[in-house]
C-alpha cells in the first residue's frame, strides 16, 4: 500500500522554529528583522497574488480585512454531476505583517489557511502556489513544512519532514531572494538546501 504525499503543516511553535535555526545555520532573527525582511517580500507576495488573479481564477475576497496583504478565493476544481461546487470556496490570505503568524488568536486561522485544499490540489501544479509556500519558508523557516508519514509493519510510522524549500527553486530565484535577504543569508540559505541531512528531518515513532 503506497503511503500518502506529503501534506504542508502549519506550526508556529517557537521551540520548531529554533530547533530549525540550528540545523540550518539561519538563526532565528528579532522581530524588527524578521518585519524587515517580510517588508522586502511584499512586492514578491503582491506579485504572487497578481498571478492567481489574473491566470489562475482567484479573485479578491469579501469583505477586505485591513490587517491581510492580501485574501484571495477560488472554487473548488471538483464539482458534481450537476455542475455544483463540491466543497466551500477555496480561500489564501497572507498577512501584513508576519507578527499575526504567531498571534494565538489566530492560530486556528493560519491552519485552515495552510491546511485546507489549496496546497495538496495546486502546490505542484499551479507555479504562484508553490512559488509562495518557498519563499514563507525561506522567511520563516520551520512555520511551514512539509510532511510525508509512512507507517511501516513491525516498525512503526516514519516522518521525513522539509523546512527548506528545493535547491533548484532557491538557485533560480537568487537575485529575488537577494534583495528580500541580503547576500550573506542567501548564502547560508543555499548551502541549507543543498544538504539533504540539514532540510530533511526524520522521525521515527514505534
Not at 116 to 134: C, I, N, Q
Request: proline letters at 8%; hydrophobic letters at 40%.
Amino acid at each position: 500500500m503506497s503511503s500518502p504525499p506529503p501534506e504542508v503543516v502549519f506550526s508556529n511553535d517557537v521551540r520548531n522554529m529554533d530547533d530549525w535555526a540550528k540545523r540550518t545555520g539561519i538563526p532565528l532573527t528579532s522581530a524588527d528583522a524578521l518585519g524587515t525582511n517580510y517588508a522586502r517580500a511584499r512586492r514578491w507576495l503582491l506579485s504572487l497574488k497578481q498571478q492567481l488573479v489574473q491566470r489562475h481564477g482567484w479573485r479578491e475576497a469579501s469583505p477586505l480585512d485591513s490587517r491581510m496583504l492580501f485574501s484571495i478565493e477560488c472554487s473548488p476544481p471538483h464539482r458534481s454531476s450537476s455542475g455544483l461546487p463540491r466543497s466551500p470556496n477555496m480561500r489564501l490570505q497572507i498577512p501584513l505583517n508576519a507578527s499575526s503568524f504567531f498571534s494565538p488568536d489566530r492560530r486556528v486561522q493560519w491552519e485552515m489557511v495552510f491546511h485546507s485544499a489549496v496546497f495538496p490540489s495546486m502546490r505542484h501544479t499551479v507555479t504562484p502556489v508553490s512559488d509562495l509556500l518557498h519563499l514563507l519558508q525561506c522567511l520563516l523557516t520551520g512555520l511551514l513544512v512539509l510532511v510525508k508519514v509512512e507507517r511501516v509493519p513491525n516498525e512503526g510510522v516514519y516522518r521525513t519532514i522539509r523546512g527548506l524549500p528545493p535547491i533548484e527553486w532557491i538557485s533560480s530565484h537568487e537575485q529575488m531572494l537577494t534583495e528580500v535577504f541580503g547576500s550573506a543569508h542567501y548564502r547560508t540559505l543555499f548551502r541549507a538546501a543543498s544538504d539533504k541531512r540539514i532540510a530533511f528531518k526524520l522521525e521515527h515513532e514505534r
